[in-house]
Every structure is written in structure tokens, then in C-alpha cells.
């Protein structure tokens, strides 16, 4: 079992940046065998892909936040991050942190319960 806890969220004007944390408790062998992932869901809209990191530090990330977001991970600290730049008001959104844990059962999906981040001057 892992829990997932957002945190560093909050309201920033365009052009700005922010920090976004995702603290993992419960099992650190989970957490650092899983894919970590950030989604965001703006109101009205379905929950999308932000970026992924793989255990071994591989990352994608949405067409929407190349070259201004990165995502970062400390296995040591059971912690990922989502490093935001250059923040535009379409950015604003709940956003969410995502454990994905594969396991001879199948796929396994842990969530936190998000952290607003809110663009606007």
C-alpha cells in the first residue's frame, strides 16, 4: 500500500513558477518500482496526462509542458516533484499525483487527493 500526499500548490501570476510535491508513505519498495505520474483536471474537463517518470528516471511529458515543467523523483525520500515554469493561465488546474505499480496481479493505481494550482494575474 502506498499513500499519496500533493503539496506546494497555490495561485500564481503568468510567467511564473512553482514547485509541486508528492510525498509517498507506506511502502518504499512500491514507490520506487512504480511510475510516477502528474495529471491535472481543469473544472469541466477530464483528468489529463501531465508527465511520467519511470523508476530508472525515464520521462515523458504532455506536448501542452515541454520545456517548462519537469518532473523529478528521490527514491530516497519517497518523493516526486513537478518543477513549473513559465505558468500560463490554461495551466491552472487540480493536480493530482499517481503511483502506478505493476505486479504479477496486474496494474495497480494509487492517488493523492490533488493540490490547486491557480494561474492568474
Known amino acids: 500500500q502506498v499513500q499519496l500526499v500533493e503539496s506546494g500548490g497555490g495561485l500564481v501570476q503568468p510567467g511564473g513558477s512553482l514547485r509541486l510535491s508528492c510525498a509517498a508513505s507506506g511502502s518504499g519498495s512500491i514507490f520506487r518500482a512504480s511510475t510516477m505520474a502528474w495529471y491535472r483536471q481543469a473544472p469541466g474537463k477530464q483528468r489529463d496526462l501531465v508527465a511520467t517518470?519511470?523508476?530508472?528516471?525515464?520521462?515523458n511529458y504532455a506536448n501542452s509542458v515541454k520545456g517548462r515543467f519537469t518532473i523529478s523523483r528521490d527514491n530516497d525520500k519517497n518523493t516526486v516533484y513537478l518543477q513549473m515554469n513559465s505558468l500560463k493561465p490554461e495551466d491552472t488546474a487540480v493536480y493530482y499525483c499517481?503511483?502506478?505499480?505493476?505486479?504479477?496481479?496486474?496494474?495497480?493505481?494509487?492517488w493523492g487527493q490533488g493540490t490547486q494550482v491557480t494561474v492568474s494575474s
Open positions: 499517481n503511483a502506478r505499480h505493476m505486479s504479477i496481479s496486474g496494474a495497480r493505481d494509487y
Open positions: 517518470i519511470a523508476g530508472g528516471g525515464s520521462t
